[in-house]
């Protein structure tokens, strides 16, 4: 990812973040050496939902890079277009699950 891309990023979620119903502060500590969190969101909630929007766009970018045809790999009929899994899919940052392919869960124990 570019810096361009990254600043882009930075925009549409600053963007996002600061719109109703939100309308966040995306004030940040001073990007010098000497502050303890330089560059960092003073507020830690938007300091969180700024971490997941970059954890999001790079799963979005790594899925787009596993295309076949225009078509999502997990979606060979290109019925979903919205970006999102299949409700019977599990996407991690490394891998694709198909929940289908999973073995079910032991019993619990009973409480005694």
């Known amino acids: 990812m570019t810096d361009t891309d990254k600043a882009l990023l930075r925009e549409q979620f600053e ?37 997941a929007w970059k954890e999001s766009a790079r799963i979005t970018a790594a899925q787009s890079e596993k295309e076949e045809g225009g078509l999502k790999m997990h979606d060979p009929e290109g019925q979903r277009r919205c970006g999102f899994p299949p409700d019977d899919v599990i996407v991690d940052s490394e891998t694709v699950y198909n929940v289908s392919d999973a073995q079910p869960l032991p019993p619990l124990p009973e409480r005694k």
């Open 15 to 51: 963007k996002w973040i600061t719109a109703p119903p939100f309308e966040k502060s995306v004030s940040r500590f001073p990007t010098t050496p000497s502050a303890a969190w330089w560059g960092a969101y003073r507020d830690y909630t938007v300091h969180l939902a700024w971490d």
